[in-house]
């Protein structure tokens, strides 16, 4: 019976790129599907609801440009969590990372001694450094006491969403805001500078560019790379042939903790200019990430690509908002389906199909 | 005076332990299954939102109930078929679940959203038992029935785990399913069980949520009750009767976390139930269950036949 197919299923070692982009496309396309029945359950038609999306992300220079904007944290988390990931490390923690840099750079724009000039890398450097720490609390429980780091990273979250509502209903709540629940407005020299017109502050993305490449560098070329890769498929090989588990651990975890961080200077320097309740400054950037991060397979350089994919559904979500009346939860609908089909069709990955000569 | 205000809180902590109980117990039979599953979060929203729209819309809250553990349990299998029969990743399923189900319940409890319920689980007071001197404040005046139903489950699931053949037969598939397949046990089927079982009670847990602890659909309403039963599994050492402890433990916490706002910000007292839970990991890894922490063996692996 089996013999009689016109093509037979092998099993293979290692995926192809050409396996690996057919699946990846194909599960982006199972997830779309099923999101038009989503759409069509909640009484919107799909057919305008891709149109809506597509060109609320691709539709005009603003448009593009709103994509990019939501790609930027994206980006930065993304390829922090790849390296993570890399290490075998599940931060789940980017979200809070992301808040950590956020608050970091706020304090350096609005209570910090820093000159003008330095304050733009003084706020960068100090979101690096709080977003490192957040995620180095979970590097330090998993590495030297065995603790789930899904759970940390995650627990993490919750008390840096607290942690920044408090701060801006209580200490740092803003003189000149009229009782709102914000910090008072940056000084003009921790403001990013924008293209134009758009909400794209170049400066962060020029950041997460480099971070893409330094990362690939880290990763391939250096050292404490190989061990990385080493202790993330192998940890009994790594640790035999003398690699630290411990310090690897902190090591992944300062970059990723810190990019995430960085990510956060650039929503509060770069478009709000304050910092603010966490749910207007983060969309959940830092849940998305881990989809962007797998999206990539865990290179980093591709993650500029699958950030811009993903920012392009935040901004595509946007408009089908106003224009079908569809809440955003929509684009969490998206991420969990698209995240579903990913996994799910990894399987797939591994055979492949010849067809028979006839 | 003092003794009313411990008196409420322990009776308080009762109604908030209940839905972190019955989502636990869920959990650990998943887990004792060798299925992690991180959707619980997921799960519980997914039962709130359809329990408050089934109570809504037939004005029945027991139905309500029922389309919880339904919703709930269906959502598992999503993350079931995903896990255990393409062996995808359990971590990342479970975080996909999360994600889908905060949407979805976004999506379609938009139209509920600051609806009065007029129709819900209401609290009951025991006659007689109720007059315990202070027992009696605590358990028995006011309850919901739910918070007994949890209560009770917790040495039924308990005995099936530890005392009856179905229970090894659990375990053994989570400890080593090549084994429990060898001797004919159908490790797909056992773990599809589990898995459905731990849907339905997070599905239960966001329904009490929804349609009896505080009548109202608010999206996200959950609010990492989800996550926190994902480490009270862990803290529980994966065994139902500590499962209890724990969840009443945390239930006093995010219930102080109210009581205590007249002296200390509320952000901050909000942040003591997930800080709590990293201590309380710290504590059990310091003590004696080092390593591992008791954790099944097959937990997280996807089960291949003909592979070790």
Redesign the interface.
Known sequence: MKDRLPFKITKRKNPSGFAVITVSFLALLGAFIVASI?FW??GANPIQAYKALFSGAFGGLYEISETVRRATPLLLAGIGLVIAFKAKF?N?GAEGQLLLGAIAASWVALFSPVPGPLMIPAMFFFGFLAGAAWGLIPAF?KSK????D???T???N??AI??V??LV??PWKGEQQWGFPYTDKFPASAQLPTIGNTNVHWTTVLVGVIAAFAVYFIINRTTPGFEIKVLGSNPAAGRFAGMSYVKTTLFVMTISGGLAGMAGVGEVAGIHHMLRNPSELSLGYG?TA?IVA?LARKNPIAVILTSLFFGAIFAGGDAIKVSLG????????????I??FL??S??LMSYKIEWRQS | MIEEWVVGTLSRTLAYGTPLLLATLGEIYSERSGVLN?GVE?MMILGAVSAFATAFITGNPWLGMLVAGLAGGLASL?HG??SIT????Q???G??????????????G?GFEGKPLDSTITNVTVPVLKDIPYLGDILFVDQSPIVYIAIALTPIMSFILFHTSLGITIRSVGENPSAADSSGINVWLVRYLCVLTGGILSGLAGGYLSIAYRPAWT?GMTS?MG?LV??LT?FASWNPSRGLLGAFFFGALMHLSFRLQPWV?P??L??MP??S??LA??II??GTL??S?GAPNALQQPYIRGEK
């Open positions: 989503v359950a909640y599940w789940i429980l006491l065995g603790i789930n899904v759970i940390t995650l627990m993490m919750y008390i607290n942690l509502l408090f209903q209580g849940y881990i797998w569809l809440p955003f939860q929509i684009t969490d609908v998206f991420n969990g389906l995240l579903f996994i799910g990894e399987l | 991180l997921g999503v078929f995903v393409l062996r995808a990743n971590v990342v399923s975080l996909a679940l999360t994600m889908l189900g905060l949407g979805l319940s976004g999506l379609f938009k999206q990492g996550w994902i480490a862990i910000a952000e901050l909000k942040m997930y800080g839970a990293i990991l710290v890894s310091l080092k390593k922490m």
